[in-house]
């Protein structure tokens, strides 16, 4: 079945520093992909997404490519900030069910 | 638009009681589920449906049932509680994309959450 995994947290890291998180996924066919972002005591809330082969999703200085050769859509801003400190999660859907899959999340925590 | 709302905020059970979470969406959305989310096992599908009278299990349905009288509402049903329901509960809503064979492109909207502890 379809699965995620992203990279296990915390990530802690100084203000404007440039950050990656990883996310690999395993699907058949063409799932679309997708970045959400939960801060503390709310709900999650989509960042960005990307639904076919190379395309880039983009949104508040985060970007991620959907890699097909690698089954990957890594996470990327150039300079943190602290109000970017929150749980990300990776997340997929594919094939005939419609089902949103999520990775376990990642909390990152940006210190000034 | 209140887009996806879920009642109560928090809530404390005893074990073998019985509650209702509520969710409602005001977006005419076909495809509603529900979440629950555990430290280090991030979010969990626990049912779905993709319209009125229809509903699916997910990935954890035990103890959990569920109903869709309406497009707009998708209550989740504890019957007998356990404490190894405490968690937090997602309620989520998006139209239904059925091209290309079913994989969906719409973004996906969540209510604030449930927060649940069972003693």
């Known amino acids: 079945g379809n699965s995620v995994t992203q990279m296990e947290g915390p990530v802690t890291l100084s203000e404007e520093a440039f950050l990656t998180i990883n996310c690999t996924y395993t699907a058949t066919g063409y799932p679309s992909l997708f970045w959400y972002v939960q801060y503390p005591g709310e709900g999650l809330q989509l960042l960005l997404k990307a639904t076919k082969a190379d395309d880039k999703g983009s949104n508040k200085g985060f970007e991620a490519t959907y890699r097909k050769e690698t089954t990957s859509f890594h996470l990327e801003k150039g300079s943190v900030q602290v109000s970017d400190s929150a749980v990300y999660f990776c997340a997929l859907v594919g094939g005939a069910t419609n089902k949103l899959i999520f990775g376990t999340g990642t909390l990152l925590a940006v210190q000034p | 638009n209140a887009g996806v709302t879920q009642t109560p905020k928090f809530q404390v059970l005893k074990t073998g009681q019985s509650m209702t979470l509520q969710c409602a969406q005001d977006?005419?959305?076909?495809?509603m589920s529900w979440y629950r989310q555990d430290p280090g096992m991030g979010l969990r599908l626990i049912h779905y449906?993709?319209?009125?009278?229809?509903?699916d299990q997910g990935e954890v349905p035990n103890g959990y049932n569920v109903s869709r009288s309406t497009t707009e509402d998708f209550p989740l049903r504890l019957l007998s509680a356990a404490p190894s329901q405490t968690s937090v509960y997602f309620c989520a809503s998006r139209p239904l994309t059925l091209a290309g064979g079913g994989g969906g492109t719409d973004t996906q909207y969540f209510g604030p959450g449930t927060r649940l502890t069972v003693l």
């Open positions: 449906s993709v319209g009125a009278g229809i509903t």
């Open positions: 977006m005419n959305h076909e495809y």
